[in-house]
């Protein structure tokens, strides 16, 4: 184990600062009367401590990259389980970035997810078996996110191999907007006309007096949401023209009145992950750090990587949590003792 990490020269700096404090204090008792001798002892406890506060923080890394166990008069600090060497990838940001879970399809969690996400940096979708989620209910995610200005990534996880929860990729939630609607126009249609119901409830206020134009009059049905959760509202006024069938204001458009809602109520499709893989391929980020590697290893491929983010995942590409590759790498640089090799 390395000695503490104090040089000679800040060793002499504290005795130097802690021998002029000192000194003042004497000055300062022959001058008023105080510190007199019952005061001299808190005088120099507060000296020392003042003189010793530039050593505090190599002595706190030292004590983390030892693992020490500090017990003072039943006082336990323990430093054993918090061992981290330098700005350490294997741990970083994961506490902070574990992204908002969402599990299921139901419009509950939806809501709820699309509120939480307006401050999370990620939301977490897992697919499960493949029966667990909607694509529709995705897509209303992923929209609520980019409107709403809030998750800067969908990330997605499937049971695959027996091995439940295993990294797919992720993708920018309007990257995701732009493959559903790529994929089937009956999805832009949507989202623009919930588009245009929020827009049209902001400048309501959900008061009853105003007047939606004729083609938005489904937009009276959310003014109670609006009320309670303003922007939020986007997402029921959405779900709710998913069930309904296409609209085509474009008269030079093919005909879409015909064809089923996107989502059927009593018969609803379920996102696979082989579908959402083929549904995401041109802007999914699959790459990703498993936390087993060596710490130089990991360092290489994190200033390597080509996205925002990087997914750290354990051997079995079980999702662990998201690096904020800018955020990870400042912070090593500021960092006087970063340990990257």
Known sequence: MAGVPISAQQAVRVALIFAALILGFGILSTVTGWPDEQGWGLVIILSFV???VPL????LAFLRESGAVVDIRGVKLDFSASAVRGASVERTNLEDYPGVPVNDSGAA?????AEAARSAPFVVVDLGTGRSWYPTRLFALAAAAEELRGAR????????GGVAGRFVGWIVPKDAVAAFCQDDQRYRLAVNHARTILQHLRLSGGYQTYQFPAEYQDGNNFRRAYLETGDLAFVPALISRLQSPPADPDPGAVALAQQDPLEKVNEPT???REEAERLFDPWMIREHIRDSLPEAEKWSMLVRSSGDFVA????NDRYRGMIDVSVTIRRAVLRPSTGMV
């Open 50 to 52: 003042a003189a010793a």
């Open 56 to 59: 505090l923080g190599p002595l």
């Open 109 to 113: 969690s939806i809501a709820e997810a």
């Open 153 to 160: 990534a969908l990330v997605i996880l499937a049971q695959h």
């Open 270 to 272: 379920w996102l696979s």
């Open 312 to 315: 750290v995942t354990d051997d």
